[in-house]
């Protein structure tokens, strides 16, 4: 199975740029389609943004479309989530997820088979 990690969470002010990675290891990452999801405090995890195997399709959540950008470098096995004008409201636990459906990027969470442990993002105003 493929394990995940996930970095490059720190905390930043509003309209701060940062940049989150997650690296594969055990299996390709080419095998995967992977998605990004987030978890605030009190709140449920939701779907940030998500991108095949290839990266020629993505899908963003409403909330972040315009702001964040997925992207992949296969030959590194690492996904990135680039997030730009950061908002409070963005302030969650990020985690990378792997989905063996790898012609597709879904935005539904049960369909995501493998999970990093997550990387903490807080954004103050």
């Known amino acids: 199975q493929v394990q995940l990690v996930e970095s490059g969470g720190r905390p930043v002010q509003a309209g701060d740029s940062l940049r989150l990675s997650c690296t594969a290891s055990?299996?390709?990452?080419?095998?995967?389609?992977m998605g990004w999801f987030r978890q605030a405090p009190g709140k449920e995890r939701e779907f940030v943004a998500a991108i095949n195997w290839r990266g020629g399709n993505t899908y963003y959540a409403d909330s972040v479309k315009g702001r964040f950008t997925i992207s992949r470098d296969n030959a590194k096995n690492t996904v990135y989530l680039q997030m730009n004008s950061l908002k409070p409201e963005d302030t969650a636990v990020y985690y990378c997820a792997a989905d063996s459906s790898r012609y597709t990027s879904t935005p539904l969470a049960n369909d995501y088979e493998y999970w990093g442990q997550g990387t903490q993002v807080t954004v103050s105003s």
């Open positions: 055990g299996r390709p990452l080419s095998w995967y389609a």
